[in-house]
């Protein structure tokens, strides 16, 4: 069931509205049940899947708590070990044998391993993820293990954030499924707005600039020069507005029913560093990384080396966590390249600045900042979105190649309208997010007719501007 469904729209209604209806004692059942209907909308059988790896790490969480010595160590391992091997069958196993099977060609050997005809379940990374986070996080003593077997269910399978996150923590999410949520108008107004806002980013700007952005990376020997950048481009505005439209529906929702979710997104694109564009977006995911296996490498507290290398392994590891696919594996080890080529070369940058006694505009330093950092993080996006190293690599070497009468056949005549409103809705996007920075209240200060007539006008810019075509979510492929 997808977030921009009218479908959705009426789960949500129903289930919002019996939310507040029914008695305290029982909404966590309603909710869980509700999550399973959620989950299988997409492939039912697959959630058999889901309720074996709860079951695994809701007795992991108890074994861990009441153990002593190295047994907590080896419960721990076990879960890890079991969500793990979920994700290496169903999302890895065929890349490796894809390898497997390179190797042997080399060699002039038949590759005995045979492939599984399998389809990747939904959100599988995302929730085995957050589960993996609370036998570490009880293993750690940072939080008590759960004894209520359905509140953990409802935990690892809360419908707004099931398929693609925020990836929670059990110290934010699990004592709230316990607290008595009331109506509150205020609350549930900024829900709603929130939604809509995610739905407007989904709908009219990322589905929109993807009709262009296909267009360029499903057929990478027709476009060139300008055309190909455009297409990037658009790239990196629809994967951001798709992605951070879906954390602000699923934030938004929750938020209606009285949840609280971690913020996942705050303007990356503004950033003015890697790493701060990392502090920024896939907020959850970042943090989980640096928590979880950054840290525990050594973090920055080891030598220098051994700390470009822990940079390069988790950004590295990362990329292979968004896809089995070569791909998305040079996709995070560009950032981690980034990040320690800025630690490299920050001394002689200083020296540079300082050097020359540039007294440059401070908003003027900053905007240079972004764009350098958008360049890098836009070429990037290259290898994430193409199917095939053989696709990035072509891709990049059309954009090049001067063509202006291909930019005009593709650009201008077959996609005018799209080609248009792209860029009209990049500037609105990046306008919008800045006076939000500068003048949060700059709508909740104006009369009530005055915001009930702005928020109407999204609306109705949603229902006339919006594509509606059962289009997924990017990032439930992960």
């Known amino acids: 069931m997808l977030f921009n469904s009218f479908e959705f729209l009426i789960f949500f209604v129903t289930v919002t509205s019996l939310y507040f209806i029914i008695q305290h004692r029982f909404r966590w059942a309603l909710l869980l049940t509700s999550s399973c209907i959620f989950y299988m909308f997409f492939i039912p059988e697959y959630i058999l899947i889901l309720f074996v790896t709860i079951i695994i790490d809701y007795f992991a969480g108890i074994l861990i708590e009441n153990a002593q010595g190295k047994k907590r160590k080896r419960y721990l391992l076990l879960s890890l070990i079991a969500n793990i091997g979920v994700l290496a069958i169903f999302k890895y196993y065929n890349f490796l044998n894809d390898n497997i099977s390179e190797l042997c060609f080399w060699i002039d050997r038949e590759n005995p391993i045979p492939y599984l005809d399998i389809i990747l379940p939904i959100g599988l990374s995302f929730h085995t993820f957050q589960a993996m986070s609370y036998t570490i996080e009880v293993y750690r003593g940072h939080q008590p293990a759960e004894r209520h ?13 099931l398929v693609a996150g925020p990836i929670e923590r059990p110290q934010n999410l699990l004592h709230q499924f316990r607290a008595k949520h009331v109506f509150e108008y205020g609350r549930v107004v900024s829900g709603l707005k929130l939604m809509t806002w995610g739905l407007f980013k989904k709908a009219v700007i990322a589905d929109r600039l993807a ?17 190909v950048i455009l297409g990037v481009v658009f790239f990196a505005f629809q994967i951001y507005c798709d992605f951070s439209g879906y ?28 790493s701060e564009f990392w502090k920024r977006w896939h907020i959850s995911l ?41 791909t998305f594996i040079i996709w995070g080890a560009l950032h981690g390249f980034y990040l320690v080529f800025a630690l490299l070369t920050a001394d002689f940058r200083n020296k540079l600045f300082n050097s020359t006694g540039t007294q440059l505009n401070k908003t003027v330093t900053h905007l240079v900042q972004s764009l350098t950092v958008f360049a890098l993080v836009t070429f990037a996006w290259i290898f994430f979105r193409a199917d095939s190293l053989d696709v990035a690599i072509s891709l990049i070497r059309n954009a090049t190649i001067i063509d202006i009468s291909q930019l005009s056949l593709t650009m201008l005549t077959e996609n005018y309208w799209e080609f248009i409103l792209g860029l009209v809705l990049i500037p609105m996007l990046l306008f919008v997010e800045w006076i939000y920075h500068v003048y949060p209240t700059i709508i909740s200060d104006k009369p009530t007719a005055v915001r009930y007539a702005f928020y109407l006008i999204v609306v109705l810019i949603i229902v006339n501007l919006g594509v509606f075509g059962g289009n997924n979510f990017i990032y439930f492929q992960f």
Request: hydrophobic letters at 45%; a positive charge.
């Open 211 to 227: 009709l262009m952005a296909d267009s360029v990376f499903n057929n990478p020997d027709d476009h060139y020069g300008f055309a």
């Open 286 to 326: 970042s943090t989980w990384f640096k928590d979880y296996l950054y840290v525990p490498l050594g973090g920055n507290r080891v030598g220098k080396w051994k700390w470009y290398y822990n940079l390069m392994i988790t950004f590295m590891i990362s990329g292979l966590w968004h896809g089995a696919n070569w």
């Open 149 to 161: 077997f359905g509140i953990y269910s409802l935990y690892v399978m809360f419908y707004p954030q």
């Open 247 to 274: 954390s602000d529906m699923a934030i938004g929702a929750a938020r209606v029913m009285g949840f609280h979710l971690m913020t996942n997104f705050n303007s990356p694109y503004f950033a003015k560093s890697i």
